[in-house]
């Protein structure tokens, strides 16, 4: 297995920002992740909704990335759960499977994208999900959750609690045209392509949720803040709800900006907005306050 100490995290991140982790490893197999698991903090996919802190992380990180076996039998496909949405989005259009199109685009890993329950364009992880295997990290054994098990909602699911980590599971899609498919996968990736950032820019997707029967994006656009940079991080132009590393930029940065985004919301509109990435850092550092900042209500709110 490969293991790495005083690890640099920046390039293993859609976002590109990060420091050294103070041990991370990359497990090849089901079984050697068990072995490790507990004895590490955080286990990670494609780091494609995460903000790592730019200082020293003194953390031990397993990254799922080489967990990504997919198998497909009838209208059913098994996925690990490091295998990337586009793989999955790919193999459904050439099997003539439909329900994984929104995928298509997407940067992230079925780990992570169970855990949040990710959606777009009128479908998500939720509508085909069958179940899956997870580790329950409390009582140090596999379960296997089928989908009332998962509590799926917007932007969360039972995973959301550190306690469970995705290993693998299974969707049910359905035949469809594969022509028709194919037209809609293009559909979503051009959509993408036009009103968010691609990667060429670090991103980490949208930055806050969706309030309820609202949009984040229209009430920072409200808020004047496209284009609005700190450092080498910048509101991007298009899409107010997306923050691109344009140049070099740190956690702080980000983390400034983000700041900024909450609280003009907040005095012009009363809501109180909740990231949708995740930070990873130190709590003890200046920047681990501006986090706290930002998610003290969003505690409150999912109590």
Not at 4 to 20: A, E, L, S, V
Not at 110 to 130: L, R
Request: proline share 2%; with cysteine; net charge neutral.
């Amino acid at each position: 297995m490969e293991v790495h100490n005083n690890y640099n995290i920046k390039n293993d991140t859609t976002f590109r920002i990060g420091g050294i982790v103070e041990a991370v490893a990359f497990p090849d197999t089901i079984e050697e992740l068990l072995s490790i698991i507990n004895n590490y903090d955080i286990v990670l996919g494609n780091c494609s909704n995460v903000l790592f802190s730019s200082e020293y992380i003194n953390k031990k990180i397993i990254l799922t990335k080489k967990l990504d076996k997919l198998s497909i039998d009838g209208n059913k496909i098994l996925v690990q759960c490091g295998t990337k949405g586009p793989i999955a989005a790919k193999s459904a259009l050439e099997n003539s499977l439909t329900g994984f199109e929104f995928l298509a685009g997407f940067p992230g890993s079925f780990g992570g994208m169970i855990c949040m329950n990710a959606s777009a364009h009128n479908q998500s992880i939720a509508d085909t999900f069958v179940c899956a295997r997870v580790y329950d990290k409390e009582e140090k054994i596999i379960k296997n959750f089928d989908k009332d098990s998962m509590k799926f909602g917007y932007r969360n699911s039972i995973i959301n609690s550190s306690r469970y980590i995705v290993l693998d599971a299974i969707f049910e899609l359905k035949k469809g045209n594969k022509e028709e498919i194919e037209e809609l996968v293009n559909r979503n990736i051009e959509f993408r392509k036009t009103r968010q950032p691609s990667l060429k820019y670090g991103n980490a997707g949208s930055i806050f949720k969706n309030p309820q029967n609202d949009s984040a994006g229209r009430l920072l656009d409200l808020c004047n803040l496209k284009s609005e940079k700190e450092g080498g991080a910048m509101i991007f132009e298009k899409h107010a709800n997306f923050i691109i590393n344009y140049n070099n930029a740190t956690s702080k940065d980000v983390l400034t900006l983000m700041n900024k985004m909450y609280s003009k919301v907040k005095e012009k509109y009363t809501i109180e907005l909740i990231p949708e990435i995740k930070y990873i850092g130190d709590i003890k550092t200046e920047e681990y306050r501006l986090w706290e900042t930002i998610t003290e209500n969003s505690k409150i709110q999912q109590k």
